[in-house]
């Protein structure tokens, strides 16, 4: 697995919605999650997976009408490197103190 160069807001936002998914999340599910454009998304999704942090395929559901989706889901490798990412840039907790009364 690669190290990313960059990791912006909108690795972040994809790297969160990944990890809160049980199962493979298609990617315009994930634009519309994350609010990020689809410019922004497919190559940042391609570009996690020729890391090695995410893996892709296509759904191979019959019975569903429309074109194929393309399903991603995080490796366990990438899952341990996202939560770090994720972690890092989360806002710390604001320290408030109690009021005697």
């Not at 190290?3 to 315009?28: C, F, M, N």
């Not at 391609?46 to 893996?55: F, I, K, M, P």
């Not at 899952?79 to 109690?98: D, I, N, S, T, Y």
Request: hydrophobic share 40%; charged share 30%.
């Amino acid at each position: 697995m690669e190290p990313l160069q960059r990791i912006g807001k909108a690795t972040v936002d994809v790297l969160s919605v990944l990890l809160g998914a049980d199962e493979p999340r298609w990617g315009l599910e994930i634009i519309k999650l994350t609010g990020r454009p689809s410019g922004s998304v497919y190559p940042l999704l391609d570009r996690l997976e020729r890391a090695g942090w995410v893996t892709s395929e296509w759904d191979d559901d019959a019975q569903r009408r429309g074109p194929r989706r393309r399903m991603y889901r995080l490796t366990a490798e990438g899952a341990a490197e996202a939560r770090k990412v994720v972690a890092r840039v989360a806002p710390a907790p604001r320290f408030v103190p109690r009021t005697a009364t």
